[in-house]
């Protein structure tokens, strides 16, 4: 028997394995597929979570970014290079990988290829139903993703997961590394991100406010059109499910915690989902080390740790999401355009500031535009 089950081989899942491992915890990751495998996502990631690791994480970082270019379709550009950080560009196959094989390296066991397909309670410890077998554990996090079924089996609370699409476009050769690209006003509620390969692109699109935006991939491969960008490229189109924050709920119950998309983590405003599942990872660990120490309130305090350090934030970032996707190109004008603002977004990409601290002045800025 394990002291933890972690379901799902994704950032969150990995991050809480190894740092479980670390503390010499007995640690199962159970992962649907073999890896590595595919993974639909940009592959941005902020610099950030360097600090969640003690191992350099440059042989998975096929690009360091440091411009930034905001358009209003595909027009009235604005370039913004950054000062003290690079984003990292990632491939989440070789990303996953790199991270659970460090989780395995602490003592971690990898069963990968291996589809869970039911769970329970027996008392005093968790029973995974797998395509290979039963496995027991004390505890368990969940982090299937945004279409796993484990929070749904724990009987955890979960908002609707929206539709995103992503086109993958590789057989490039790049002269020079392009900048991240954030198309606005060419899809309705939302916007395109642009994020730069080693070999090419990941073109993603979503609607960040009412419901799913119609006809992505049919915007996504005109943006790449007008862009001139896929030109003797080889692209693929998949289309996946995200689940972006939109309040707090409990996120935890009997011996067990969801994290990272299964959690509802994902930023309601920028998209971003790599960071905030590592950090749930990073608390998910914290909170199970410290249950089997014996803390009769660690589980609580998980929840409430989000709630805290990610979700209020995320409140923010909603409010500014709010008003900015419902006068989008107003808020173009009067936000992305100001230089002062684009600078103050490319650090809360970064991870150098939060949303707190400058989201009144920002739906102020937003606020005061429409009525100009």
Known sequence: MF??????????????AYHLAKRGRSVAIVEQAALPRYKPCGGGVSPAIAEYFDFDLDPVISLKVNQLRYTWQLDDPV???????????????????FLVKQA????????????????EWKSDRWELKTAKGAIEGRYLIAADGAKGPMAKW????QGKEKRAGILHISGLTLEE????????????NGFIWNFPQNDGYAISATAFQGGDAKKLQETLESYTQSSGIAQGGTVQYHEHSVRLWDGDRPLHTQNALVAGEAAQIVDPLSGEGIRPSIFSGVQAAEAIDRAIGGHGNALETYTQTLSEQWGADMKWAA???????KFPKVSYRVGVKQPAASRIMSKILCGQLSYAEVAGAAIKQLGSGLFK
């Open 104 to 119: 395995q390296n602490q003592g971690a066991v990898l069963k990968d290829d291996t589809p869970v397909t039911g769970i």
């Open 79 to 97: 370039n913004v290079k950054l000062q003290e950080k690079q984003m990292f560009i990632v491939r989440r196959d070789s990303f996953d990988e």
């Open 319 to 325: 409010r500014i999401s709010g008003v900015f996707y």
């Open 177 to 188: 590394t392009p900048p991240l690209h954030f198309d606005f006003g060419s899809l309705k």
């Open 3 to 16: 002291d933890c089950m972690i379901v799902g081989a994704g950032p969150a899942g990995a991050t809480a």
């Open 154 to 157: 724990l009987k955890v609370k």
